[in-house]
């Protein structure tokens, strides 16, 4: 599945809203009601991190576009244990 496949899933799964973006290639893929929407991705930031960047852990929370409010972030596998996520404002969601 392709990153803009992937990132219309993701977006529309968390907002019930339908994606209009197409080539972002950004790990950030919108803001929605002040909730930024997040994909971790292979490749899309160029591989930082456990198997090329779709695991949340500190290098790859450090490349992501900041925002101050609550954070969704898709990926394959997370490394923050619930206490932590809970006072960065994230929620996570895993990916198969």
């Not at 779709?54 to 101050?68: G, K, M, S, W």
Request: proline fraction near 3%; charge should be positive.
């Amino acid at each position: 599945m392709s990153f803009d496949e992937l990132s219309e899933f993701v977006w529309f799964a968390e907002t019930g809203a339908g994606w209009t973006k197409t080539h972002v290639h950004s790990p950030l893929l919108g803001i929605y009601k002040d909730t930024a929407i997040y994909l971790l991705y292979n490749g899309i930031l160029k591989d930082r991190g456990d198997l090329g960047g779709n695991v949340l852990n500190a290098r790859t929370l450090a490349a992501l576009p900041a925002y101050a409010g609550k954070r969704v972030i898709f990926g394959a596998r997370n490394r923050f244990d619930r206490s932590k996520l809970t006072r960065l404002g994230i929620e996570f969601r895993q990916l198969p």
